[in-house]
């Protein structure tokens, strides 16, 4: 069962739902998709780490082939590659590496050769085994991380939780298109029902089962609340507004770790989460 858990920004609460998630359904795998910026392993601190690099493909010339015909400059649809001076020039920072100016160059001129843009970082906390995506500074996409990181944890038999990026972007797509349920991290304002509405847009494209969490959720009427209610979403639970659970996150705690409360409130969501999954992919007739 692979659940991811989004939110249309940052700072909503996603990391918090999915760290107490994974650590309360042990055995369980965390993957870290927020190539960006992850932190969930500061939650966890995994021991027994195993770094991989990840590559990209990225052309290079043989100047002696090349006979300037431009061919790859032309069909180049990020402009990566420019022909100055008898010489081509590749700019490999803003090449996607799709391979089209290798397959196009009839001088043959053009072959590949990796680029590392990131590394994965997995370990092991308890039962939990942690997954961690890091995109090295000013690459383009996090897309091909994120790819390795689902692969490495596709083969586990646990319930996976899939710590999404922020928003609604490509690399948001990348991480839910093979999970099961997806979970909607909001808060009770404007801000967070406009987010909301982001995520919730995404997911109905991607034809997701998912359901509602309101954090930060204060008394009577608010905002990403009532968005649900007419708009006909599931809200599967709430975490109400609490000083002490700040605290305990912003410090780098597990907060089922250390109260019973908390354990029992994420308990309950887990076993709403749970649930709705079963009554989602039970065969219906």
């Given at each position: 069962?692979?659940?991811?858990?989004?939110?249309?920004?940052?700072?909503?609460?996603?990391?918090?739902?999915?760290?107490?998630?994974?650590?309360?359904?042990?055995?369980?795998?965390?993957?870290?998709?927020?190539?960006?910026?992850?932190?969930?392993?500061?939650?966890?601190?995994?021991?027994?780490?195993?770094?991989?690099?990840?590559?990209?493909?990225?052309?290079?010339?043989?100047?002696?082939?090349?006979?300037?015909?431009?061919?790859?400059?032309?069909?180049?649809?990020?402009?990566?590659?420019?022909?100055?001076?008898?010489?081509?020039?590749?700019?490999?920072?803003?090449?996607?590496?799709?391979?089209?100016?290798?397959?196009?160059?009839?001088?043959?001129?053009?072959?590949?050769?990796?680029?590392?843009?990131?590394?994965?970082?997995?370990?092991?906390?308890?039962?939990?085994?942690?997954?961690?995506?890091?995109?090295?500074?000013?690459?383009?996409?996090?897309?091909?991380?994120?790819?390795?990181?689902?692969?490495?944890?596709?083969?586990?038999?646990?319930?996976?939780?899939?710590?999404?990026?922020?928003?609604?972007?490509?690399?948001?797509?990348?991480?839910?298109?093979?999970?099961?349920?997806?979970?909607?991290?909001?808060?009770?304002?404007?801000?967070?029902?406009?987010?909301?509405?982001?995520?919730?847009?995404?997911?109905?494209?991607?034809?997701?089962?998912?359901?509602?969490?309101?954090?930060?959720?204060?008394?009577?009427?608010?905002?990403?609340?009532?968005?649900?209610?007419?708009?006909?979403?599931?809200?599967?639970?709430?975490?109400?507004?609490?000083?002490?659970?700040?605290?305990?996150?912003?410090?780098?705690?597990?907060?089922?770790?250390h109260s019973e409360t908390y354990r029992a409130l994420f308990s309950s969501?887990?076993?709403?989460?749970?649930?709705?999954?079963?009554?989602?992919?039970?065969?219906?007739?």
């Open positions: 069962m692979k659940i991811a858990v989004l939110s249309g920004k940052g700072g909503t609460g996603k990391t918090l739902l999915a760290v107490n998630l994974a650590a309360l359904a042990q055995p369980a795998v965390y993957v870290d998709c927020d190539v960006e910026e992850p932190n969930g392993h500061l939650y966890f601190r995994p021991k027994h780490i195993v770094q991989k690099p990840v590559c990209i493909k990225i052309p290079q010339v043989n100047p002696t082939l090349c006979n300037g015909c431009r061919k790859c400059v032309e069909h180049c649809a990020f402009n990566a590659l420019a022909y100055v001076k008898d010489n081509l020039l590749i700019f490999d920072d803003i090449c996607h590496s799709c391979g089209l100016c290798s397959l196009l160059c009839p001088q043959k001129a053009l072959s590949e050769i990796d680029k590392e843009i990131g590394i994965i970082q997995s370990g092991r906390a308890d039962d939990v085994c942690i997954h961690t995506g890091i995109l090295h500074i000013g690459q383009a996409t996090g897309i091909p991380i994120i790819q390795n990181l689902l692969l490495e944890a596709s083969s586990a038999d646990a319930l996976t939780v899939i710590d999404c990026p922020p928003g609604s972007a490509c690399i948001v797509m990348e991480s839910i298109k093979d999970a099961d349920f997806c979970l909607l991290v909001t808060e009770p304002t404007l801000f967070g029902a406009h987010n909301l509405s982001m995520v919730h847009d995404l997911v109905t494209l991607f034809n997701k089962p998912f359901g509602v969490i309101i954090n930060k959720s204060i008394p009577g009427a608010n905002p990403a609340e009532t968005f649900c209610k007419e708009n006909n979403l599931p809200v599967l639970g709430k975490i109400p507004y609490d000083k002490h659970l700040s605290i305990l996150h912003s410090n780098g705690e597990i907060a089922v770790k969501l887990l076993d709403a989460v749970i649930k709705e999954v079963r009554h989602e992919t039970a065969p219906h007739s």
